[in-house]
């Protein structure tokens, strides 16, 4: 997958799948603009990307806030003269709340980060995608967001919601020379799963058909793929990477 000349934003990168992205992408030759709210790890992230000989910052932004979006978007560009890949990976995971007891906040977070922060970043970067005639653009969906977990309505509907805006924006850039898809991951061993605890996890494990988490280097692989000129002619695809837990 060579991404050589290529300069990828990657939300969420100082942790995780998006952490694995960015090595990944620049161990292909990319250049990379770390985005995480959290500038520490986003720091740690950058310096083992800089350690592979690729042209690397990072920068702190929550991608629901528009302002602190454009200024990311702004610092980019200032460093790179074109961004060709944007990672819409920034994420957070569900309180696992029933319904009936989730509050307007929580359901609100969950939207703005995930949805929000889609459209945000994706915005910011679209025109120039248009100007230079190709881009690529990945959004990380979830299984839940194809199948609906209980306890997690809200990062469902996000999930879900991340899926259309995939088809929809696909449809109309399509001409423009840019690609949209989406990647909706089953259970990916990274701190946002470890957080649920490890009885949780080894119950979700019992469901998998290969009955083991995926290594967020295996996620990163087919978003580099996507990423890359070998998938010049696929847009619009949700494709997940999940053991056999949604077939
Ligand atoms: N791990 C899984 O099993 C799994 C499965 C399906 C989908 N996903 C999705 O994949 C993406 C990556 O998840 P992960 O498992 O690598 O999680 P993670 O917790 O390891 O990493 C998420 C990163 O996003 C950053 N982040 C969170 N909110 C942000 C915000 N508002 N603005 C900017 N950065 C923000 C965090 O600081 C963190 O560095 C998320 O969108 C998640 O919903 C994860």
Redesign the pocket.
């Known amino acids: 997958m060579n991404l050589k000349g290529k300069s990828a934003l990657i939300?969420?990168a100082?942790?995780?799948?998006?952490r694995a992205m960015a090595l990944l992408f620049a161990q292909q030759g990319a250049d990379i603009v770390i985005?995480?709210?959290?500038l520490s790890?986003a720091e740690m992230v950058k310096v083992q990307v800089s350690g592979l000989g690729a042209r690397v910052i990072a920068i702190e932004?929550?991608?629901?806030n528009p302002e602190q979006v454009n200024v990311m978007v702004k610092a980019a560009f200032h460093e790179f003269p074109k961004i060709d890949i944007l990672v819409n990976?920034?994420?957070?995971?569900s309180d696992l709340v029933p319904f009936r007891r989730m509050t307007f906040e929580q359901w609100d977070r969950m939207i703005a980060?995930?949805l929000y922060?889609t459209f945000n970043c994706t915005r910011g970067v679209i025109e120039k995608m248009i100007a230079q005639k190709q881009g690529r653009v990945i959004n990380?969906s979830?299984?839940n967001g194809l199948m609906g977990e209980t306890l997690a309505v809200h990062y469902s509907a996000a999930k879900a919601a991340i899926i259309g805006f995939t088809k929809a924006l696909a449809k109309e850039v399509a001409h423009h020379g840019i690609t949209v898809n989406a990647i909706a991951?089953?259970?990916?061993g990274?701190?946002?799963?470890d957080r649920l605890g490890s009885q949780v996890v080894d119950s979700l494990i019992k469901t998998i058909p290969m009955r083991r988490k995926g290594e967020?280097e295996e996620v990163a692989h087919l978003a580099a793929f996507l990423a890359s000129d070998h998938a010049s002619y696929i847009t619009g695809q949700v494709i997940s990477p999940n053991g056999g837990s949604y077939m």
Not at 89 to 93: F, L, P
Not at 185 to 188: Q, R, Y
Request: proline share 8%; with cysteine; aromatic share 0%.
């Open positions: 939300t969420g100082g942790s995780g799948m998006g985005c995480d709210k959290d790890s932004a929550d991608v629901s990976n920034a994420g957070i995971g980060v995930h922060g990380m979830s299984v991951p089953g259970v990916i990274t701190p946002m799963i967020p």
